[in-house]
């Protein structure tokens, strides 16, 4: 989370700086629209393209199909300025890790580039006497959006430039202010100043270290931003006189080439890695340090400086070269992309695996949709979160005769009246998992039993989740209902046990029977991607051997699920059926049979998957055996 926050510290800054140039530029009568534009895509146009080219012939040996499409995309948002709106679609619960996306951190760049065409041209057309008030009246305006919209939009409101403007604008504020104040700063306000400076000095250096929590950008935003205009305005001169020089050029110049960089070099070698442990050793997070210095050095000496110093001034000329690279761009990365051609579609092998399809990831309250069901009238019923989902194709084929009907939205396991929450920050993926979410998910769970209610067909219900979020409570809370109001509770497995035991009570009370399909054995590994990587001969490290899943590591790791399953099966005397007998020996877990990829990602089945399982198993017979 220091990057996160140390952006918003950027974003002051940059806030700052830009509308003092242009701000004193007006006022001095030397500022020309053209001439802006055209210093900012010579200052940052060139780094930033080589930085994508490189990129793009490097990213066919180390990101699988899928990612690479997604990169193509990627590329295009980056040269046209829209990298966060790209970034933003490409968030969700089944888009894969964001950390992985090797241009994820061109979003905040483009919150920039944008801010960058809007700001000059505003402070052209607006009388200077309403500079000040009008930047405050933003500031506010766009706050109150971020606040707003991280309740209800939080993924967009974390990438999209009005509910991020606030930062850059807090930044102008201050610019604008010392503008009329060049007379001199009053001197309760100097004071004031003064008082501040040390604690927000450090609270600014104490970023890295700092385990911020909750929504981003939110209240720790606002205190960064207000910190980080206390040191502008002080403008100290023990500051300019104490922080080393090299502070400072990290700051300045070097920090672009260096922000550049990084994030390609790190997700390269985040794809690449397949150990055992999920995150980086110690050694190639190092590596990864001393190679993207290494790169920035380059970049910065060989062309953002240059280029930066250079003595040619013809806008015509420089966008004629923009134009070009971002053709090539868009012309290379394809053409490199065919670098290692692969004979074999692992992204349809891979492919999201809905069950019946994408309008059976219920977003709201369930009512049955036809295309959710294999046939009229089912009697089986399949009811949980994405872990159910991936039941569904193998069920449907086994369970033919009589008819499968899913009920599914992802993350949200069948405990009716309790749901975990927490904040996913958006930059990492994922479903955002807060209060709101929540509370409709208890809502869905409840609308399947009145939905059960009225379904005299349906006479077996399959309920599964991976239950880690209802289990592995450490970064959760719980909310539960209490008649029409909602109470939350600190994490509590016995919470858990006994709304699942709720579950299996209500369904039971309608004379049906239910069994539970507990989750695929698996490791901290993206074993889809890994089956990928190992089939296609894509970069690898980590010294695994394989993408097997080591049986005692799994049952090690994974202990709190089995034995809350286990003790799910004494307390409501339901069955649990496992994957672990038909997938394990005694040593390993094979993830590849007969050449099919059972998973497509860490825990998920692939539709090919699902379906080979569901026959080996004869899963249709064992639910009938077992369910009661």
Not at 20 to 38: C, D, Q, S, W
Not at 193 to 205: E, H, R, S, V, Y
Not at 448 to 465: G, N, R, Y
Request: aromatic share 12%; with cysteine.
């Amino acid at each position: 989370m220091g990057a996160t926050w140390a952006l918003t510290f950027f974003f002051v800054i940059s806030g700052f700086l830009i509308t003092t140039l242009v701000a004193n530029g007006i006022h001095r009568g030397t500022f020309k629209l053209p001439e802006f534009y055209f210093r900012r895509a010579k200052r940052l146009l060139p780094a930033a393209y080589v930085t994508f080219l490189v990129t793009a012939l490097f990213a066919p040996w180390f990101l699988n199909q899928q990612e690479l499409r997604d990169f193509a995309t990627q590329v295009v948002g980056a040269i046209t300025f829209t990298g966060n709106i790209v970034l933003w679609q490409q968030t969700g619960y089944f888009e894969g890790v964001g950390d992985l996306k090797p241009l994820l951190h061109v979003w905040s760049l483009a919150i920039e580039e944008q801010y960058y065409f809007v700001l000059p041209a505003a402070l052209l057309f607006t009388p200077p006497s309403r500079w000040l008030r009008g930047a405050v009246v933003l500031v506010l305006l766009s706050l109150g959006l971020c606040v707003v919209g991280g309740m209800v939009k939080p993924i967009a409101t974390f990438y999209l430039l009005p509910t991020r403007a606030w930062e850059l604008l807090i930044g102008s504020v201050g610019a604008l202010w010392l503008l009329e104040a060049q007379v001199g700063t009053p001197r309760a306000i100097s004071g004031i100043l003064k008082l501040l400076f040390f604690p927000a000095l450090l609270c600014l250096l104490a970023l890295p270290f700092m385990p911020l929590e909750g929504t981003h950008p939110g209240v720790n935003a606002f205190l960064i931003c207000f910190a980080t205009l206390v040191v502008i305005l002080r403008n100290s001169p023990w500051l300019n006189c104490t922080l080393p020089a090299r502070i400072l050029a990290c700051i300045g110049d070097f920090s672009y080439s260096l922000y550049l960089v990084h994030w390609p070099i790190i997700a390269f070698m985040k794809n690449a890695w397949v150990g055992r442990d999920p995150e980086l050793p110690l050694d190639l997070r190092f590596g990864a340090l001393t190679l993207s210095f290494s790169v920035a050095f380059l970049l910065y000496r060989f062309i953002e400086d240059p280029i930066r110093k250079s003595s040619f001034d013809s806008s015509r000329s420089l966008l004629g070269k923009a134009a070009l690279s971002s053709v090539l761009l868009v012309l290379i990365t394809p053409i490199s992309m065919q670098a290692m051609p692969i004979h074999f579609d692992f992204a349809e092998a891979r492919k999201r695996n809905y069950g019946f399809g994408e309008a059976c990831e219920y977003k709201t309250s369930f009512s049955p949709k036809a295309e959710c069901q294999s046939k009229r009238n089912p009697t089986l019923l399949v009811w949980g979160d994405s872990y159910a989902m991936h039941l569904v194709p193998g069920l449907a084929d086994e369970w033919k005769h009589e008819g499968v009907m899913q009920a599914t939205r992802s993350a949200c396991g069948p405990f009716l009246g309790l749901a975990p929450f927490r904040m996913v920050h958006p930059e990492h993926g994922g479903i955002v998992m807060d209060r709101a979410w929540a509370e409709s998910c208890i809502g869905f769970n409840q609308s399947v039993i009145d939905f059960l209610h009225s379904a005299p067909t349906i006479d077996v219900v399959v309920l599964s989740s991976p239950f880690s979020a209802y289990v592995n409570l450490e970064n959760y809370e719980q909310l539960s209902q209490d008649g029409q109001s909602f109470v939350t509770l600190p994490g509590s497995v016995a919470a858990s046990q006994a709304a699942l035991r709720r579950t299996v009570k209500a369904i039971r009370a309608l004379g049906k029977k239910v069994v539970i399909i507990a989750p695929l054995p698996s490791s901290n590994v993206d074993i889809g991607g890994c089956l990928e990587r190992q089939l296609s001969g894509k970069v690898a490290i980590g010294g695994r051997q394989g993408c097997t899943i080591d049986r005692a590591n799994y049952e090690t790791k994974r202990s709190d699920v089995l034995d809350f399953l286990h003790a799910v099966l004494a307390d409501a005397d339901v069955a649990v059926i496992r994957f672990d007998s038909w997938l394990c020996d005694s040593h390993i877990c094979q993830t590849l049979i007969n050449g099919t990829m059972i998973y497509r990602d860490g825990g998920h089945l692939s539709i090919a998957g699902s379906k080979l399982l569901a026959k080996r198993m004869q899963l249709a017979q064992l639910i009938r055996a077992q369910a009661k």
